[in-house]
């Protein structure tokens, strides 16, 4: 099956990632937000 939606990926976007590392879901994203901790998660009305 051909994975059209790669196409549309920026170029320093992975098409796969390891999640070896990680134990569960919850493991991922609790890390995922303690290394982006102070990265904004969103913006509304440039506020």
């Known amino acids: 099956m051909e994975k059209i939606w790669l ?3 920026p170029d320093d976007v992975p098409h796969d990632i390891d999640v070896s590392p990680f134990k569960s ?3 991922l994203l609790e890390e995922s937000f ?3 901790a102070k990265n904004p998660f969103s913006v ?4």
Do not use: G, Q, V
């Not at 509304?44 to 506020?47: L, P, Q, T, V």
């Open 44 to 47: 509304c009305m440039d506020c």
């Open 34 to 36: 303690r290394r982006n």
């Open 25 to 27: 879901l919850t493991h």
């Open 7 to 9: 196409k549309s990926y």
